[in-house]
């Protein structure tokens, strides 16, 4: 029995090919990329409605608010009500 025999691919899990050699292995430029994957799951949650202004800042970031919609109140921002109107669910 060859070393080739007993080869088990530790990326694919891929079994021993026909003439003893081992399963080619991808390098990682050339990996396929899984496009389908579910994301729905880590998407970020809305904050309470009475959360913190900080919170709501967080969360209508993430959902594309301007930088001067994040700034305070004081200079120009959205309230944390006018966030949460806006980006609320």
Avoid: C, F, I
Wanted: a negative charge.
């Amino acid at each position: 029995m060859t070393a080739h025999e007993n080869y088990v691919d530790p990326n694919s899990g891929a079994a021993p090919q026909p003439g003893g050699m081992a399963a080619p292995s991808l390098d990682q430029d050339s990996a396929p990329t899984d496009v389908g994957a579910d994301v729905a799951s880590l998407a970020y949650q809305a904050p309470a409605g009475n959360a913190k202004r900080e919170e709501w800042v967080e969360y209508a970031r993430a959902a594309g608010a301007s930088d001067d919609e994040l700034t305070s109140p004081e200079e120009g921002g959205l309230s944390r009500d006018e966030l949460r109107d806006k980006y609320g669910v």
